[in-house]
């Protein structure tokens, strides 16, 4: 496993599903995990368990107030932040583009693509003046592919993967590898949501199909090591068997 002792790693959604495995992966590999998510309950939780190598902050990463408070304390706790993996994602309401509210419809593009934007504009500063540097988002395959009553969803993963891109042609000369992650469909709530919706055929998988959120997890991790460094300024995907051997998944 990949040693990351003395280093500091910054995960968003981090209250459950591939966030919380995520925390428990790098705090497993020695790093230093702050967690944040809007559920404090749920953050303290997952604190208790991880222990002293943990801390938290809840709020509303949508918010960039709330964003550079975070960063602040993250900063002032473990002194720098090395690693940032923007997990934090929504998919709700699912529905028709002329069902849905424009309120609800520019929440999900603020929590799925405008938090990345906040989190990363605000890491960038330290991470440059460090001249190093390891930012992750997690995407999706909805990003290049259209699906039903998943504008929203869409159109935020396909911001997101381009910014992915454009933090690398801004920002590799300095230090910093910018790497998306598309980790098809994952057993965590937001499948269940799917589900219960009904809608496309995502929502008809059987749900042996959707791999544990272990995976992207230790993907996570893997994407850290100088063996992903080809993959700077790009997307993988966890469909992809190869990036799962590379993983040790299969």
Known sequence: MLN?????????????????????????????????????????NIKRNLGDCSEYFAG???DPNIVSELVDFCCAHFGTIDILINNAGTIQPIGLI??????????????NLKSIFYTTNAVLPKMVKNGDGTI????????????????????????????????HTEYFEHGIRAIGLSPGTV???MQREIKLSGINQVSALDWSAHIPAEWPAKALLWMCSSEA??????????????IRRKVNLI
């Open 4 to 44: 990351l002792s003395g280093k500091t790693v910054l995960i968003t959604g981090a209250s459950r599903g591939i966030g919380e495995a995520a925390a428990k992966t790098f705090v497993e590999a020695g790093a230093k995990v702050m967690l944040t998510a809007r559920n404090a309950d749920k953050l303290e």
């Open 60 to 62: 509303d990463i949508s």
């Open 98 to 111: 002329h069902e849905i509210k424009p309120e609800d419809w520019s929440s999900v593009i603020d929590t």
């Open 136 to 167: 992750l988002n997690v995407s999706s395959g909805a990003a290049h592919n259209p699906l039903t009553a998943w504008s929203h969803y869409c159109a935020s993963k396909a911001g997101a993967a381009m910014l992915t891109q454009c933090l």
């Open 187 to 189: 057993a965590t709530q």
């Open 229 to 242: 460094d080809k993959f700077v300024g790009k997307e993988i995907s966890l469909r992809d068997e190869v």
